[in-house]
């Protein structure tokens, strides 16, 4: 069954483009062409992916983000100018998943979506959790636990805690993580990974301080 994607961009004429290409490429996909639209036909929950630009009318991509994480945890991607910093860890800061600097390539933005896509699908081979003090995750349910308690975790804050935890006791570096987690090398004066796991923590409450920074070298989940 192809995966349903949710196009949000105000240029017609590239909303057109791209959605030819991910329809070639499997996706099925429905273009709309402002936040409101986009805030609205994602929280429907139909879609199983949402690519929202970040320069809309009327209501822009963020503030689009920003409706659809008040309830869903559907994956979402990011359009931004590039260079644009800013609007990027905004974004990521609100629970976007991932990002991709425009203009794009239409390849790009499909392997971005194949990488998340297949990241946020139960996987059936391994069954048990991981497990690190009060830290429970459930990589095949994608569930993570911190004393009981369910954290609300995007795919990709998933995804990278899933990393620290299958390498828990040992330091893992910024750059392992992108990779494992999301799927691309991360490029220089990037900061995703930063702002991932400061949601993250603080997500955990209490249990923030399990994952330690070692600066100049990455991350540490303490293994207790």
């Not at 970040?54 to 590039?82: F, K, N, Q, W």
């Not at 990037?190 to 100049?216: F, W, Y």
């Amino acid at each position: 069954m192809a995966a349903s994607v949710l196009l949000a961009d105000d240029d017609v004429e590239l909303s057109a483009m791209l959605k030819e290409y991910l329809e070639r490429e499997g996706f099925a996909v429905t273009a709309v062409h402002n936040g409101e639209a986009a805030a609205r036909a994602a929280l429907a929950g139909n879609h199983q992916i949402v690519v929202l630009d970040v320069m809309m009318p009327r209501v822009d991509g963020i503030e689009a983000l920003r409706r659809i994480r008040a309830s869903s945890r559907v994956p979402v991607v990011m359009l931004t100018a590039r260079g644009d910093d800013i609007d990027r860890i905004v974004g990521l800061e609100l629970g976007a998943d991932d990002y991709v600097p425009k203009p794009c390539t239409p390849r790009e933005l499909v392997a971005r979506l194949r990488a998340i896509l297949r990241r946020v699908q139960p996987g059936g081979a391994d069954s048990g959790p991981l497990q690190a003090g009060a830290l429970t995750v459930w990589p095949e349910k994608r569930r993570a636990e911190w004393k009981g308690k369910s954290l609300e975790l995007t795919s990709i804050e998933f995804n990278i805690l899933e990393v620290l935890m299958r390498n828990a006791g040992r330091v893992v570096g910024k750059n392992e993580i992108s990779e494992q987690a999301l799927g691309r090398p991360l490029a220089r004066f990037d900061r995703s990974i930063d702002v991932h796991l400061s949601a993250i923590r603080q997500k955990l409450g209490d249990g923030a301080t399990i994952i330690r920074t070692v600066r100049g070298m990455g991350y540490h989940l303490v293994k207790e």
